[in-house]
């Protein structure tokens, strides 16, 4: 597949493949374009191109939106394509070669490597710097910079590359970092302390010297993946982009800052850090959690310089409660990446997936091919150690054979060849930052479940033996006389032969949830229940995706979980995924709110909707998330 050219090639490939829709209306870019697109991406829509955004640039929005998009974005088919590719460049790099003709054959190979890697601009003006402004003319407010959501501290760039070197090393980074705008000439730049860029930081202050920093907006689509992409630190982005895009990205200097760009790219902000500046509060900001992420202290960067192409397009994504565009980045990662994991972690791996309601970081669910015993708990090891997997808070393993993306069969298999007393492992280790629920800021539990077939010396407890469990005894109104804080029950998994039964309750006393597994882990209706899932009250529980994804946010895997035996010496999982409190849980951080649209811009977006000309009517998906939100603001509970 030829691949299009920049950002305005990829917008007619596209709309001549029915992926896109443009909407010529004037449209704010305050609020109302998160809502038409939040409506649009959850429900399986295209691609928007906002032709009227009140500035000169057209803004396009959900250009990664689905499968297909990606791999349009790469230049594939299929993106499983790109992985097969790496893994056939790995296998001819690392063969053995017998004699000097084996070994001359690889010169193709070598030369085909050599060729993504990054070159210098070789012409006259390159395209993003065709018009130029500097000093007082570079204004943020030229461009139709998002306000997302309705708690957010500003307007946010959500699709930034973000361009640093090292002092030292001149190593590059490209990286994707969320950047809040304070006015015309200033924003705040979210490097997360895990961050390379972070590191770069750290590396200028020592320095006392000011930082010269880079964003560029758009290009080839291949550059916002790559700068999204878990690459090792000393690894430059645009080789990756390079390999990609099979062919060199040409790279130009910025005119007033030491440092280079995409010479394709739209729009290039040039700028600079001084390490010896305070810090600034950036945020609140509606996140890919799904909830709002708490203001903290991160860098000002200064605008010296706004460049752009004639025909530049303002490209911008939204993230909030699953699923949103970036899901099919991190599926790109996921399919893209499972060869170099294959070949540098995990020579046992056959296949990984990221779960959309694990939010990147919070589950991974692999299979491994399973050749002696412990290798299970191996492999939970080595992903808690494998580059950004380190974050993983819910790591499972399963047998090869297993479709991962078959999740009825995933939890099937985990209920059938999990023995809890011995196929648990409780941890303990870095956690995302924009993790709420542990208990201090980038530091929590962390659990893993070996669900593959265990050898004869892995069993070493006799096995246990779980009734059928009665569907009647396990409805709410068999239990609720009995438990009066119970609201709902959800016993889809049960019935379909897996153990795992799900309910909401209300709060009302100290580290209630795991009281209240306790208690129900002890009465008979449960003696044929493995796992016993709870949440809160407010909102239903009968979609499953949305209960793994209050789930998957909402807990600590050490604090939140409790292995409780029942009267016969079964064990029972009891996980606590309600929100805590410092009244009743003694958490001592804000816990953040639900994102959710505001109602006047729901009504409006309602109200225009045939305007907009994007096809039949979506409702707003905030409705169904309005009852998660415990109070105004971002912040749902506040630290003492």
Same mark, same amino acid.
């Given at each position: 597949?030829?691949?299009?050219? *920049?950002?305005?090639?990829?917008?007619?490939?596209?709309?001549?493949?029915?992926?896109?829709?443009?909407?010529?209306?004037?449209?704010?870019?305050?609020?109302?374009?998160?809502?038409?697109?939040?409506?649009?991406?959850? %429900?399986?829509?295209?691609?928007?191109?906002?032709?009227?955004?009140?500035?000169?640039?057209?803004?396009?929005?959900?250009?990664?939106?689905?499968?297909?998009?990606?791999?349009?974005?790469?230049?594939?088919?299929?993106?499983?394509?790109? $992985?097969?590719?790496?893994?056939?460049?790995?296998?001819?790099?690392?063969?053995?070669?017998?004699?000097?003709? =084996?070994?001359?054959?690889?010169?193709?190979?070598?030369?085909? +490597?050599?060729?993504?890697?990054?070159?210098?601009?070789?012409?006259?003006?390159?395209?993003?710097?065709?018009?130029?402004?500097?000093?007082?003319?570079?204004?943020?407010?030229?461009?139709?910079?998002?306000?997302?959501?309705?708690?957010?501290?500003?307007?946010?760039?959500?699709?930034?590359?973000?361009?640093?070197?090292?002092?030292?090393?001149?190593?590059?980074?490209?990286?994707?970092?969320?950047?809040?705008?304070? &006015?015309?000439?200033?924003?705040?730049?979210?490097?997360?302390?895990?961050?390379?860029?972070?590191?770069?930081?750290?590396?200028?202050?020592?320095?006392?010297?000011?930082?010269?920093?880079?964003?560029?907006?758009?290009?080839?689509?291949?550059?916002?993946?790559? %700068?999204?992409?878990?690459?090792?630190?000393?690894?430059?982005?645009?080789?990756?982009? *390079?390999?990609?895009?099979?062919?060199?990205?040409?790279?130009?200097?910025?005119?007033?800052?030491?440092?280079?760009?995409?010479?394709?790219?739209?729009?290039?902000?040039?700028?600079?850090?001084?390490?010896?500046?305070?810090? +600034?509060? =950036? *945020?609140?900001?509606?996140?890919?959690?799904?909830?709002? $992420?708490?203001?903290?202290?991160?860098?000002?960067?200064?605008?010296?310089?706004?460049?752009?192409?004639?025909?530049?397009?303002?490209?911008?994504?939204?993230?909030?409660?699953?699923?949103?565009?970036?899901?099919?980045?991190?599926?790109?990662? !996921?399919?893209?990446?499972?060869?170099?994991?294959?070949?540098?972690?995990?020579?046992?791996?056959?296949?990984?997936?990221?779960?959309?309601?694990?939010?990147?970081?919070?589950?991974?669910? #692999?299979?491994?091919?399973?050749?002696?015993?412990?290798?299970?708990?191996?492999?939970?090891?080595?992903?808690?150690?494998?580059?950004?997997?380190?974050?993983?808070?819910?790591?499972?393993?399963?047998?090869?054979?297993?479709?991962?993306?078959?999740?009825?069969?995933?939890?099937?298999?985990? #209920? =059938?060849?999990?023995?809890?007393?011995?196929?648990?492992?409780?941890?303990?280790?870095?956690?995302?930052?924009?993790?709420?629920?542990? $208990?201090?800021?980038?530091?929590?539990?962390?659990? *893993?479940?070996?669900?593959?077939?265990?050898?004869?010396?892995?069993?070493?407890?006799?096995?246990?033996?779980?009734?059928?469990?009665?569907?009647?005894?396990?409805?709410?109104?068999?239990?609720?006389?009995?438990?009066? !804080?119970?609201? !709902?029950?959800?016993?889809?998994?049960?019935?379909?032969?897996?153990?795992?039964?799900?309910?909401?309750?209300?709060?009302?006393?100290?580290?209630?949830?795991?009281?209240?597994?306790?208690?129900?882990?002890?009465?008979?209706?449960?003696?044929?229940?493995? +796992?016993?899932?709870?949440?809160?009250?407010?909102?239903?529980?009968? &979609?499953?995706?949305?209960?793994?994804?209050?789930?998957?946010?909402?807990? &600590?895997?050490?604090?939140?979980? #409790?292995?409780?035996?029942?009267? =016969?010496?079964?064990?029972?999982?009891?996980?606590?995924?309600?929100?805590?409190?410092?009244?009743?849980?003694?958490?001592?951080?804000?816990?953040?709110?639900?994102?959710?649209?505001?109602?006047?811009?729901?009504?409006?977006?309602?109200?225009?909707?045939?305007?907009?000309?994007?096809?039949?009517?979506?409702?707003?998906? $905030?409705?169904?998330?309005?009852?998660? +939100?415990?109070?105004?603001?971002?912040?749902?509970?506040?630290?003492?």
């Amino acid at each position: 597949m030829a691949r299009p050219k *920049g950002l305005q090639g990829f917008v007619e490939r596209l709309e001549a493949t029915g992926e896109l829709r443009r909407i010529p209306i004037p449209v704010s870019p305050k609020l109302e374009i998160t809502e038409i697109t939040d409506r649009v991406i959850k %429900a399986g829509g295209p691609a928007l191109l906002f032709e009227n955004t009140g500035t000169r640039f057209p803004l396009l929005i959900g250009a990664y939106g689905s499968e297909r998009r990606m791999a349009l974005a790469l230049g594939v088919e299929k993106i499983e394509a790109v $992985s097969q590719r790496i893994l056939g460049l790995f296998r001819q790099l690392t063969a053995p070669r017998a004699s000097l003709w =084996e070994k001359l054959s690889l010169l193709p190979t070598l030369g085909e +490597v050599a060729s993504y890697l990054p070159r210098k601009w070789k012409g006259g003006r390159p395209p993003c710097q065709e018009v130029v402004y500097t000093g007082k003319e570079a204004r943020l407010s030229m461009l139709p910079i998002l306000t997302c959501w309705p708690e957010d501290g500003g307007p946010f760039i959500t699709l930034p590359i973000v361009h640093t070197y090292h002092p030292e090393t001149h190593q590059r980074n490209v990286g994707m970092y969320r950047v809040q705008v304070f &006015d015309d000439y200033t924003t705040a730049i979210h490097w997360q302390l895990h961050k390379v860029s972070r590191r770069h930081y750290e590396a200028w202050k020592a320095t006392g010297k000011r930082m010269p920093v880079a964003i560029a907006l758009g290009g080839d689509p291949v550059y916002a993946y790559a %700068a999204t992409a878990p690459l090792p630190e000393n690894i430059d982005e645009y080789i990756l982009a *390079g390999f990609l895009r099979q062919k060199a990205v040409q790279l130009v200097p910025c005119l007033t800052q030491p440092i280079e760009v995409p010479a394709d790219a739209d729009i290039v902000i040039e700028g600079y850090v001084d390490p010896n500046e305070p810090l +600034v509060l =950036e *945020g609140p900001f509606g996140d890919h959690t799904g909830y709002y $992420s708490l203001p903290d202290y991160y860098p000002a960067f200064h605008v010296t310089a706004i460049t752009h192409r004639k025909d530049a397009i303002y490209p911008a994504t939204i993230v909030g409660i699953p699923p949103q565009e970036d899901a099919w980045l991190g599926k790109a990662t !996921e399919r893209i990446f499972l060869a170099p994991l294959r070949l540098t972690f995990l020579p046992e791996l056959v296949d990984i997936e990221l779960p959309v309601e694990g939010v990147f970081h919070n589950l991974a669910v #692999a299979s491994i091919e399973k050749e002696y015993p412990g290798q299970g708990m191996k492999a939970i090891h080595t992903m808690w150690g494998a580059g950004q997997l380190m974050f993983t808070k819910i790591a499972l393993i399963v047998d090869k054979g297993v479709s991962l993306q078959n999740y009825w069969e995933v939890a099937r298999t985990l #209920a =059938e060849h999990t023995d809890l007393r011995t196929d648990l492992v409780f941890s303990q280790g870095p956690i995302d930052v924009l993790d709420h629920a542990c $208990s201090q800021m980038g530091f929590g539990g962390k659990l *893993g479940i070996d669900g593959t077939r265990k050898y004869p010396e892995e069993r070493i407890l006799p096995p246990i033996a779980y009734p059928q469990p009665d569907l009647e005894a396990l409805r709410l109104e068999a239990l609720r006389p009995l438990f009066p !804080e119970l609201r !709902e029950v959800n016993l889809r998994l049960i019935e379909k032969g897996i153990p795992i039964w799900i309910a909401c309750f209300f709060k009302s006393e100290k580290r209630h949830g795991i009281r209240l597994g306790e208690k129900l882990a002890q009465h008979p209706a449960f003696s044929g229940i493995k +796992v016993i899932l709870l949440v809160d009250g407010e909102m239903t529980i009968q &979609d499953l995706g949305d209960v793994f994804w209050r789930f998957a946010n909402n807990t &600590d895997m050490r604090r939140d979980s #409790a292995l409780v035996y029942d009267a =016969e010496g079964r064990p029972h999982l009891v996980l606590d995924a309600s929100t805590k409190t410092y009244e009743l849980d003694d958490f001592t951080r804000p816990w953040p709110n639900v994102i959710v649209m505001s109602q006047d811009i729901i009504d409006l977006v309602d109200k225009r909707w045939e305007e907009y000309g994007i096809g039949n009517f979506i409702p707003s998906p $905030s409705r169904k998330y309005q009852p998660l +939100v415990r109070s105004s603001g971002a912040i749902a509970q506040k630290a003492p």
